[in-house]
Nanobody, 120 residues
C-alpha cells in the first residue's frame, strides 16, 4: 500500500525558505516518479515539481523555476522540496504525489498535505 507522509510546512516571511519532506512507503523512488502539487484556496491543484530519479531533468512549474529545487534520497525513500525566495503567492497546501505528472490525472496517490504560508 502506497503511503506518502509530508512534513516541513509552516509560516515564513516573504523572501524566506522552507524545506518540505515526503517519506514514501509501498514503492521505491528509483522506479516511480514522485513530486509536489499545491492548492491555494479557490484555485485548482497544480503541479509544482516532479522527479523521476532515473531521469536527468526534473519538472518545475514556470512559477517556481530558479527558486525551488526537488531532490530524492533513495536510501531514505524520501523526496524533498527546497523552497527559496518564497512569495506570498506560494502560500498553499502542498501535497506529495506519486506518480507525478505536470497535470492532475486519475490514479495519483496523495499525501495528507502540509500548509505553507508566506506572509509578513
Amino acid at each position: 500500500q502506497v503511503q506518502l507522509v509530508e512534513s516541513g510546512g509552516g509560516l515564513v516571511q516573504p523572501g524566506g525558505s522552507l524545506r518540505l519532506s515526503c517519506a514514501a512507503s509501498g514503492f521505491t523512488l528509483d522506479y516511480y516518479s514522485i513530486g509536489w502539487f499545491r492548492q491555494a484556496p479557490g484555485k485548482e491543484r497544480e503541479a509544482v515539481s516532479c522527479l523521476k530519479i532515473s531521469d536527468d531533468t526534473p519538472y518545475y512549474a514556470d512559477s517556481v523555476k530558479g527558486r525551488f529545487t526537488i531532490s530524492g534520497d533513495i536510501a531514505k525513500n524520501t523526496v524533498y522540496l527546497q523552497m527559496n525566495s518564497l512569495k506570498p503567492e506560494d502560500s498553499a497546501v502542498y501535497y506529495c504525489a506519486s506518480p507525478c505528472l505536470p497535470i492532475v490525472v486519475a490514479g495519483i496517490n496523495w499525501g495528507q498535505g502540509t500548509q505553507v504560508t508566506v506572509s509578513s
